[in-house]
């Protein structure tokens, strides 16, 4: 989609400079100019488009290194259950992928909390609802995040999967400034794409075999017991599955770029470097102002 | 001591090289007789110039035209003053955006001038002479004592130094809500559009109070905004077509005959993207900044950023012609993004014949492209590298492969030196160049009439 010779790296600055130039442009005589700050919205989308692309890729990478780990380390759990049950592994490799979204908060939520208890408290704040966990895990982990601002969607995990799914998609994205993490709220899943273990899950396990650890400051939610490569092999299927649904299709519009701008200025503004903040229901609705103000004029 | 004696030296650098800010030219237009070549700079200020004509008897041989090359300052006014939207809390610049001039009817001449927000109708008219000979004031305006009036006496008329005079006619307020980027004349001589960011109005130029929305691309809601109008123009002959440009390139083409409001385009003008040169910049470089017809009324001329395009009416699947104008800076673009030199807005336009197009670029250069052979000459504005009458050189920008002597290096490109209005004139090879805060007029002295082929 973009081309190969600009990295990561430079999408970050860019959505830096971006954000930069609309704080600017507030000031500048003669009023908001529409047609340059469009302009720099696009700017803008596409190097977040590259910037989580490359982040995924990333954990993807490491995602493989820890699968690898984790088939020796779990070597000796396997059980005639466990390879009967490799089909609905399947399934679950399918809901697991969409369900990305909370494992990524969870383990983001452990990395980024002052402490992992504190952590779940706060987000708690932000939860309407948590899905039970049939599996009795351990963990009380948090679990489905949902936006304070859509309705709860209640799609079934699989037909997230179908190709219309992004059609759909209603999302809102929210970038912090000090962090630079990007959180995207899709379909009332909330993702959260700096270094955290985005696909590894295994909700609603029905093995209660299956462990899920948490693991706090290393950003991996090491959940799924695979038997062998060829299991890994399909997850990795349906984690590219997964990518293609996070590349924005033109649909992707100004409104998740306001989304950023909100969050962009009110953390130019306030200072504030508690990233719980960006989660918040007080930040999601200042993006209102943001959009008041390209109205207005 | 040393100091001191430096300083000057310093402090002279320091003015030549600065520029006001209100100085800067902002539009130049020709009237459609080319005798009348009018400028607009960010002071909203409008500079009109006046070609001069040789006197008779002077060099003149049969068959010149007995007009030279010159143009002298003809009237200098006040367009647009800054102004201040109270509602909003927005200032409003006083920069000339567009001039258009209206065709002549009358001994007098009519320019429409438009800032940001409001668009002026001005008469500028010459006056030579004056009534003389009052009966109850003298000469001064004093009024006489009537006690030294023996007789009545019939003023007469009499000539007097030339003044010319210019006043508003016409004032259009209060049209539009966002920033008025067109403005353009209709054939009809009655009406002209106006368009802004998101729509398109029709005026009567008689008419201030109320004017005809004819396209409006608003979205409901603001968030869905994807694209802007970004020029637009009446078709020279028709003059219930008229085109205008998006920020993502596309041109619409509108028939005012098929409904009152023209969102449905008639026509749609698009080159698909190539999705091998897909980069952050995509759109920034594909939004459209100028749009202009032919003068036969078959094609189009638009420009973005790095590319001049000429379209056929009769075409809309993509452009007949496409030039590069700067492709050394499609590498560049990070930089420029961040300089803000992405965000220029060049003009372009066609000679008389619609045989040539030119356009301007940065380093003062400016190139012409010849729609025939599709070659390419860059040229410079620039006073310490062109003496008056001296012949303009080629210049070249180099960017690779062999290097000759006096090419200039891409990295050593000035980006503040940009021409980004121009105009031709309507019948001769006089073109007319704006660069910064000064206005370059060349003439082509070896083909000064255009070959109507």
């Not at chain 1, 399934?91 to 494992?103: F, G, L, T, V, W």
């Not at chain 1, 208890?117 to 899905?131: I, K, W």
Request: with cysteine.
């Amino acid at each position: 989609m973009i081309s190969t010779m600009e990295c990561a790296a430079d999408a970050q600055s860019l959505i830096s400079i971006s954000l930069m130039k609309i704080h600017n442009s507030r000031t500048q005589r003669g009023g908001i100019k529409l047609h340059k700050n469009l302009l720099v919205s696009y700017v803008l989308r596409n190097a977040r488009q590259v910037y989580i692309k490359e982040k995924y890729a990333e954990i993807y990478r490491m995602q493989q290194y820890e699968e690898v780990m984790t088939v020796c380390n779990e070597i000796q759990e396997l059980n005639p259950l466990d390879l009967d049950a490799e089909d609905a592994e399947d399934e679950e490799q399918a809901r697991s992928a969409c369900c990305s979204a909370e494992e990524s908060l969870c383990g983001a939520a452990c990395h980024r909390g002052a402490a992992q208890p504190v952590a779940h408290a706060r987000t708690a704040s932000a939860l309407f609802g948590c899905s039970p966990l049939e599996d009795g895990s351990k963990e009380p982990d948090p679990c489905y995040y949902r936006s304070c601002c859509m309705e709860p969607s209640p799609v079934s995990h699989c037909d997230q999967f179908t190709a219309n799914s992004n059609m759909h998609c209603n999302k809102t994205t929210v970038l912090d400034l000090d962090t630079h993490v990007v959180t995207t709220v899709e379909n009332g899943y909330l993702h959260q794409d700096c270094c955290c273990d985005a696909l590894q899950c295994g909700q609603g396990a029905q093995s209660p075999a299956r462990k899920r650890k948490v693991e706090f400051g290393c950003c991996v939610s090491d959940v799924e017991d695979v038997s062998d490569f060829t299991a890994a092999r399909k997850r990795a299927k349906r984690e590219d599955c997964c990518y293609s649904n996070l590349d924005y299709t033109d649909t992707s519009n100004i409104s998740n770029l306001i989304s950023i701008f909100g969050s962009g200025f009110s953390g130019l503004l306030s200072r504030q470097s508690d990233l719980e903040q960006i989660c918040s229901k007080q930040v999601l609705a200042s993006l209102g102002a943001w959009t008041r103000a390209i109205v207005a004029f | 001591m040393g100091e001191d004696a430096e300083s000057p030296k310093i402090n002279h650098t320091f003015l030549r090289d600065y520029v006001t800010e209100a100085d800067v030219i902002s539009t130049v237009e020709f009237n459609q007789t080319g005798d009348l070549l009018a400028t607009g700079d960010k002071g909203g200020r409008v500079v009109i110039f006046q070609r001069e004509t040789e006197s008779k008897g002077e060099s003149e041989e049969v068959g010149e035209t007995g007009d030279s090359g010159e143009y002298n300052v003809y009237s200098t006014f006040q367009s647009h003053e800054p102004d201040f939207d109270y509602l909003k809390s927005l200032e409003i610049e006083e920069k000339i955006n567009k001039i258009r001039w209206l065709p002549q009817q009358n001994a007098a001449h009519f320019l429409l001038s438009t800032n940001d927000k409001t668009i002026k109708l001005w008469k500028v008219s010459e006056r030579d002479k004056r009534p003389e000979g009052y009966n109850l004031k003298d000469e001064e305006g004093r009024l006489k004592d009537i006690s030294t009036i023996t007789s009545l006496q019939v003023p007469v008329l009499k000539p007097t130094d030339l003044m010319v005079e210019v006043r508003p006619r016409r004032v259009f307020s209060n049209g539009h809500t966002y920033h008025v980027n067109s403005i353009s004349v209709n054939s009809d001589g009655e009406t002209y559009l106006s368009a802004d960011d998101l729509r398109i109005n029709m005026w009567h130029l008689g008419i201030t109070d109320r004017s005809f929305n004819i396209v409006d691309i608003k979205p409901a809601n603001m968030e869905d905004l994807t694209e802007v109008i970004t020029a637009a123009e009446f078709h020279p002959h028709h003059c219930h077509l008229f085109v205008y440009s998006s920020s993502k390139g596309t041109l619409r083409l509108c028939d005012m005959r098929s409904s009152a409001l023209c969102d449905r385009h008639t026509k749609l003008f698009e080159e698909p993207e190539d999705p091998g040169s897909r980069s952050f910049f995509s759109e920034i470089i594909s939004s459209v900044s100028d749009v202009k017809f032919s003068h036969s009324g078959r094609y189009l001329l638009t420009r973005d950023y790095l590319t001049a395009k000429v379209w056929d009416l009769n075409m809309d699947k993509g452009p007949v012609e496409t030039y590069q104008v700067h492709e050394y800076l499609r590498s560049k673009l990070c930089s420029l993004y961040e300089n803000d030199c992405i965000f220029d807005k060049f003009e372009c336009v066609w000679n008389s014949s619609d045989s040539v197009i030119m356009t301007g670029a940065y380093n003062s250069f400016f190139r012409m492209f010849d729609r025939e052979t599709g070659r390419g000459v860059t040229l410079e504005a620039w006073r310490e590298s062109s003496k008056p009458r001296a012949v303009l050189r080629t210049r070249r920008v180099y960017s690779g492969g062999k290097r000759r002597r006096g090419d200039v290096g891409v990295d050593s490109l000035d980006f503040t030196k940009k021409i980004l209005h121009m105009a031709w004139h309507p019948s001769e090879n006089i073109i007319a160049i704006a660069a910064t805060n000064n206005l370059y007029i060349f003439q082509d002295r070896v083909n000064p009439e255009t070959q109507l082929q």
